[in-house]
């Protein structure tokens, strides 16, 4: 379910207001499909959430819009537009960008409208004023995430959201031949750290801020005992800054008697021993580390600010309690080579986790991989104006390079028919994404 979505409904609900949510991703809906609700649910005003790997679908969906009836307003939020105000204002002119979180700027954003107010005592929201780029003053964060109320799932159906295929692995893993209903919550947003790949601390500005146990338990309840849900997915940046309120989560799912399965990803900086064992008698049974790399070079190039000795400790713990342990990777990062890989298989056999998750690195607005690529030439803020997707990071090595070391980590405990099934997949990869970057290259030079 979109939670960001979920939050500003339940929030907009609270407050007198009809909300809709129509997910057309989850419910695979044609562009004639979306015309046909648009007109029947007749909205004055549309919010959109806007990621940078869709922006050819929100494109598309804001001249839906205006074409279906341009007095209905249109809000954009999100990562992508609160990154590329300026450029997603003066293109697609939308009515309102919403910076950051939404919920009292969304209602702040409303209410003005509807009294015919200026728009400039709204903070946290950016417009066109007369043709110019305004941005309003910067909203302060939200303190007290217990205040708001919890997403509105009433207006989603639960069963459009039964298809992640890693369920199907972590199901595996723990020996279930049926896949748990599940669902994700968000118990903090933001994140304390500043990794050279990652939007967060774009976002959040590096602040990190939590809702209390005794608030995170009630939703968790909610879920189970209305909507029947068995494992709990929660989606934090990282769920364990804070260890001592995990293990106040974990004492209030015992005490309540919550019979539910539940897993998180975190950073090996922010586990215990203490820690881990009572979330393990609460349910926990999956964790995802970022461990990126083995290599100290590339890591210290990519600001991730963790050690060998930190990451082999935190796995062994968790595989201790027989928690499921995975290890998202990453390749082609700054100043990768063939040592660095090599590094980074000889600590994935010490830490032998249950499931790796590696990625070749991708570019995304504003971060600093994406600055670095600029200055290389190989990207220029255009790019986020086609509807190519995320480019891979091929400045210093190329895609055929970043493959075969994806597939090193990926099969370095692997049997032949999984190294024959994914190298099929690497080749289709291999030949979309090099028809997207020879699709921009025609592009940038006539935008």
Known sequence: MPLGLGYIASFLEK??????????????????KLEVLIKDI???IVGITCLSDQRASWFRLIELIRRIDNSIKIVLGGPHPSLMTEQ????????????????????????AWESGEDLSDVKGIAYLDKGRVKRNDERERIKDLDSLPFPARHLVDFDDYNGWSFMNLVSSKLGIKKIPKYATILTSRGCNGNCGYCSSPLIWKRQWTARSAQNVVDEIELLKKCFNVEFIIIVDDIFTIDQKRVIAISKEIVKRNLDVMWGFETSVNFVSEEMLRHAKQAGCCCILYGVESGSKAVLSNIYKVINEEKVIKAFNMTK????????FLMVGNPGEDERSINETIKLLKKIDPDIILPQITMITPCTRIYYIAKEKGFINDDYWLTDLPFPYYTCENDLKTLLRWHRKLFYYNHNKMNIFLRTIRDFVELNANKKGIEGYKKLRFSI
Not at 15 to 28: E, M, P, Q, W
Not at 95 to 107: C, H, K, P, R, S
């Open 320 to 327: 201790e309690l027989k928690i499921i342990t995975g290890a």
């Open 15 to 32: 407050h007198g207001y009809n909300v809709s949510i129509i997910d057309a991703y989850a419910k695979n809906y044609s562009y004639q």
């Open 42 to 44: 007749s909205p004055d």
């Open 88 to 111: 997603v204002l003066i293109n697609f002119k939308p009515d309102a960008i919403v910076l950051g979180e939404g919920e009292i700027t969304m209602l702040e954003l409303v209410k």
